[in-house]
């Protein structure tokens, strides 16, 4: 298995564009973890799915911020519109089973100038 | 309080010896915990899990767990120059799994 796949590894873009995060978790995988991680605060859980159903967004900033998961191999993070401040690495991580360990992407790093 | 708590550091450790790294979490409930390691750049990759009180060794690695006291803490025995990264405990409480800041270690020649 290729483990989890994020596209784009880069982004850079202006203020108030929309930008979208996509993530391939590991096949057979039934759970799907969104985190942002900076500097100052670490790594954040945003979001998370079970079986493609969002369980838990209460780390999700603020509304401009979303999250679809419409199967079992593909969810987006959508951030609309964009600003500075959240410029920061996003990982998409997956695991088997309810309290198992997690494997992560490579991240996206996002640079909203 | 956090929920996930760990020294910043950084803990700088001569080669050969043992790191020490602590972490402690608020919730009760929490059921299976992890130590991460991410290099600078790269993406956390794991390193241990343990579910049980006690101690849980994987060659050079020993996580430890005290479920009464709310901690875990990992060692590195013979740490190498190559374990210098930044060690992120994970706690997992149901399907949430919340990372801690993360203990950065430096292991000098």
């Known amino acids: 298995d290729a483990g989890v796949i994020q596209s784009p590894r880069h982004e850079v873009t202006e203020m108030g564009q929309e930008v979208t995060l996509r993530c391939k978790p590991i096949?057979?995988?039934?759970?799907l973890f969104w985190y942002r991680q900076t500097m100052m605060r670490g790594l954040e859980l945003l979001i998370y799915f079970n079986n493609n159903v969002p369980i838990d967004d209460s780390g999700m900033p603020e509304d401009r911020f979303s999250a679809k998961m419409p199967n079992a191999s593909f969810s987006t993070l959508k951030i609309q519109p964009s600003e500075p401040r959240d410029s920061a690495v996003y990982f998409c991580?997956?695991?088997?089973?309810?309290?198992?360990?997690?494997?992560f992407g490579q991240g996206t790093r996002l640079t909203v100038v | 309080q956090k929920e996930v708590e760990q020294n910043s550091g950084p803990l700088s450790v001569p080669e050969g010896a043992i790191a020490s790294l602590n972490c402690t979490y608020s919730d009760r409930g929490s059921q299976s915990f992890f130590w991460y390691r991410q290099y600078s750049g790269k993406s956390p990759e794991l390193i241990m899990f343990?579910?049980?009180?006690g101690d849980k060794e994987d060659g050079r690695f020993t996580a430890q767990l005290n479920k009464a006291s709310q901690y875990v803490s990992l060692l590195i025995r013979d740490s190498q120059p190559s374990d210098s990264a930044t060690y992120l405990c994970?706690?997992?409480?149901?399907?949430?799994?919340?990372f801690g800041g993360g203990t950065r270690v430096l292991v000098k020649p």
């Open positions: 991580a997956s695991s088997p089973k309810r309290g198992a360990k997690a494997f």
């Open positions: 096949s057979g995988h039934d759970y």
């Open positions: 343990i579910y049980s009180n």
């Open positions: 994970a706690v997992a409480a149901g399907n949430k799994l919340t």
